[in-house]
Structures are given as structure tokens and as C-alpha cells.
């Protein structure tokens, strides 16, 4: 790497980790992990050749950093497929410092459903690559100003901001699996998002039956997620039965059910989600359900509170297609976090005119853009829509 390369990419690191030290003990915990993050980070960047670095790198304001969706398409980043040895080593240690030991083995199994659906697929092996997972940073690894990276390929999407001396935005995080429940071969019985199922149904039969008229918010599910790509604001208000409203047991059974969503990220990391959630009221979370309270029939669930929205769906394949999102309502990408950023005087980040060779590239010229898809309908009185339907 040339020297101006080396000074870039480390001097983040070094500040970061000075940072760190000058704070006090209760802040270290979200510094630990802006710094570990930080550091891999740069370590991953270290690991590619210029040429890889380029495809790897964006300006932090630029779109591209919010162009995500959970389809087999063409994507910008560095893939898998295209890296070194040393790359995927550092790639893989930048998804383990930022998630927990459950998250990241969710995410790697993500990859290798690939090959289970090469086999299932008729043209599963022209469509279908465990190595099509991009990485992309935005911005530089630092502690000065704001920065983020991204892991995203088909049916995995983790997108994580950065802001100096602010809570770490880990939204949106999508998680699929397709098959749900592989039926055969050396992965059958394999159940990556299994606690996410298996809670819900207990809750959900677990909700006393007079709330069943406002639990119940529709008698089929959309088909998907309501708020994918491009339809973040589609659900405004809270659908569903208050958790307060619940007894003892099935409010335990919801608070972990959200928990399984936040626990796939690092632990301080989680922690200060839930703490959030806590702090704006637990009890104000909503869970919503639609369609029949059975995993063989295609059903819907919906988490959503002040500081977060979850939503599942399994309605494809005969219900053996999860897919599965958890939204920050006002900080997905760091919202939120970037206004008070700058508001407290600091520079808002624009992205510079693309010039000839350069690698700050126009939206127009890379990738696509997140598809506007067809009017969702309104099938419910609270606000479930269909939702366009998805690989």
C-alpha cells in the first residue's frame, strides 16, 4: 500500500483508539465498538489491491449508501468471489467484531443457502453464488467524522453508521432464509432463523383470546415485508396489541422476541438497543398478526415501537421463505444520529462532482437504484399492505 494510502486508512484507527482512552469508564463501551469496527475496517481496506479498493470505497454522502435490498441483483462493492485469501479473512473479521457469535453464523449460513438452493433450483447454478456477498465502505474509518460499511447479497442486508461520539445505527438489518427449513441433503433440518419462528407462534398462542380481535390485523399475510427498500415510511402508526396489554408470559415471550432481533449484533452494541427501547417504553411496543396462526400456512408478524419496527414474513414457498427486517423508525442510517451531529456544529458531508478517474462515482454510473415497484394495496383496516413479492 502507498504511503498516502497507509496515512489515510490508519490515522482513523489511532485517533479512534485515543479517543477511547481520554473518555470515562461509561463511555468506553460504545467506543469499544466504534474502534474494533474502526480497525477491522481498515484492516479489510489494507487486505485489497488499489483496484479493489476503488470498487470498495464510497464518500459517506453519497446514495449508494442507502441503495440496499435483499434481491439477487447487480451490486456495487467488493464481492467474495473477488477477493484474496487475506481479503475474506479481514472481511469476515470485520463481520465478526460487529456482530455477535449468534449474528455472524446467521450471516454465514445466509451465504451458504446459496448452494442448497444450486441444488434445488433448475437454474439454481447460473443464479445462485454463496460468494456474491459485496462489502462497501463509505467514508473513512475514523474517529473525526462520520463513516459506515455495509455486508449485503441475497436475502442479507447489515448496514452500520458511525457517528463521532454517538450510539452505533445498525439499521436496517435484513435477514432471509430460503428454504426456511432445508428439506434434504447434508444441511436438512437446517432452521437459520428458527427462534424468530418458534417465539412468535408461542406468543401468538399465548395471546388471551379477547385480544384476538385487535392481535389478529389481518386474515392473510401481504406476502412480504411491508417496509423494504424504497417503502421505509409505509407503516406510520402501530398495528396490533400493546405489549402491556399482555400477561406475564407472553409479554416475556414478545421482550424476547425482540431480543433475538438485536442479539444478532455485538453485545454492547444490542445492549444499547434494548436500553433504548426500554427507556421509551416497552410496554408501548405493538405486536401485530396476519394470516393463520400456523407455520405451514403463509403468515406475517409485526414488532412496533417508538425505537423500533420488525416485521417476518413466510409466505412463499409454501411458507418455507422467511424474510425478515428490523427498522430504527428515525435512525435507520444514522438519521438521526447525523442531525444531531451536525447540528451540533459540525460539517455535513457532501459527495465532491465526479471528475474524470475518479472513484467518488455518480449514482447514474454505478448500480441500481432502488426499484419503485407497484402501489402497494391496502388489504387491512391497520395499515398491512400487500407487498411487492421477492426472490
Do not use: C
Not at 489494507?46 to 434481491?71: C, I, M, T
Amino acid at each position: 500500500m502507498s504511503r498516502i494510502d497507509r496515512r489515510h486508512l490508519l490515522h482513523g484507527t489511532l485517533a479512534t483508539a485515543m479517543l477511547a482512552a481520554a473518555r470515562p469508564a461509561r463511555a468506553q463501551v460504545p467506543d469499544a465498538a466504534r474502534a474494533a469496527m474502526a480497525r477491522a475496517a481498515v484492516a479489510f481496506l489494507s487486505a485489497l489491491d488499489s483496484g479493489q479498493r476503488r470498487a470498495a470505497v464510497f464518500p459517506f454522502a453519497q446514495d449508494e449508501r442507502k441503495n440496499w435490498h435483499y434481491v439477487p441483483r447487480s451490486r456495487s462493492g467488493i464481492a467474495f468471489k473477488e477477493m484474496s485469501a487475506a481479503g475474506r479473512a479481514a472481511a469476515h473479521e470485520l463481520i465478526k467484531v460487529s456482530l455477535s457469535g449468534v449474528g455472524y453464523a446467521k450471516a454465514v449460513n445466509v451465504m451458504k443457502l446459496e448452494e442448497v438452493l444450486r441444488q434445488l433450483e433448475t437454474f439454481g447454478g447460473l443464479l445462485r453464488d454463496p460468494e456474491k456477498y459485496y462489502v462497501s465502505v463509505f467514508g473513512t474509518p475514523d474517529a473525526a467524522a462520520p463513516w459506515g460499511w455495509r455486508l449485503e447479497g441475497h436475502h442479507l442486508s447489515l448496514n452500520f453508521t458511525l457517528v463521532p461520539g454517538r450510539a452505533i445505527s445498525v439499521t436496517p438489518a435484513f435477514f432471509g432464509a430460503n428454504p426456511a427449513e432445508v428439506p434434504s441433503g447434508p444441511q436438512g433440518g437446517l432452521r437459520i432463523l428458527a427462534e424468530e419462528q418458534d417465539l412468535a407462534f408461542a406468543l401468538a398462542r399465548g395471546v388471551d383470546p379477547h385480544l384476538r380481535g385487535r392481535f389478529v390485523i389481518a386474515a392473510e399475510s401481504p406476502g412480504d415485508i411491508v417496509s423494504g427498500p424504497g417503502r421505509a415510511d409505509t407503516l406510520k402508526t402501530p398495528a396490533g396489541v400493546a405489549l402491556g396489554e399482555l400477561g406475564a408470559e407472553p409479554r416475556s415471550l414478545a421482550l424476547r422476541l425482540v431480543e433475538t432481533y438485536a442479539r444478532n449484533m455485538r453485545s454492547d452494541v444490542a445492549d444499547a438497543e434494548l436500553r433504548r427501547m426500554r427507556d421509551a417504553g416497552s410496554d408501548n411496543v405493538r405486536f401485530g398478526w396476519a394470516g393463520p396462526i400456523d407455520p405451514k400456512q403463509p403468515h406475517y408478524y409485526r414488532l412496533h415501537g417508538p425505537t423500533l419496527l420488525i416485521e417476518y414474513d413466510n409466505s412463499q414457498n409454501r411458507a418455507n421463505h422467511i424474510h425478515s427486517v428490523w427498522h430504527d423508525p428515525r435512525n435507520d442510517f444514522g438519521v438521526d444520529l447525523l442531525r444531531a451531529h451536525y447540528e451540533s456544529g459540525h460539517h455535513r458531508l457532501t459527495a465532491a462532482p465526479r471528475s474524470a478517474g475518479s472513484s467518488d462515482r455518480s449514482p447514474r454510473a454505478w448500480g441500481p437504484q432502488p426499484p419503485g415497484g407497484p402501489a402497494a394495496r391496502t388489504t387491512a383496516r391497520d395499515g398491512l399492505q400487500r407487498a411487492p413479492r421477492h426472490a
